[in-house]
């Protein structure tokens, strides 16, 4: 809820790290885990993304400050939270402090949102994205804002060892459901 120390510098304040409380853990398979970040109106500017961005996470383990990024799965044309998707990964530092150690109500520490991995908004041509395992967070980020604020087609090829490895299978079928829906009201029209 509170930026990092110092971060009355507007240098700081564009580009440091910032604490965003955990507003809820949303398991999505066995082991990976979704965390809905609290943005508080003073860094909504700080923290409006598009959909492909990441974060950086600092995060103490064992004494020693851990950086990691995560993307987005959230979008902002669909979603009211900021919500990153983090799989535990064997050996994974920090992947396996946040499914073990983090819950609703704690804090973390995150940069505001980069990348470029992002959607161009001046075209109409389909939305082709390749994926497997947690690669499918910017992913579904991108799928969803195209979705949602254009018409053009999204086609996805997404890899996991077993059906019970697939994130947000869920909501995909929920997605489907919408296009297909969609598809079929516009025909009959």
Partial sequence: MTTAPGDHDPVLRQHGYHRLRVKAVVPETLDASSFVLDVPDALRETFRYRPGQFCTFRVQIGGNDELRSYSMSSAP????????????????????????????????????????????????????????????????????????????????????????SVIFDAQFARLCEEVARESAAASSA
């Fill in 77 to 164: 044309a669909t979603d009211d939270d900021l919500t990153v998707t983090v799989k535990r990964v064997e050996r994974g530092l920090v992947s396996n402090w946040f499914l073990d150690h983090v819950s609703a109500g704690d804090e973390l520490e995150l940069t505001k949102p980069a990348g470029v991995f992002c959607p161009q908004e001046d075209t109409d041509r389909p939305v082709l994205g390749f994926c497997g395992g947690s690669g499918i967070t910017p992913v579904m980020a991108i799928a969803k804002h195209v979705l949602a604020t254009t018409d053009r087609t999204v086609r996805l090829l997404y890899a996991n060892r077993d059906r019970s």
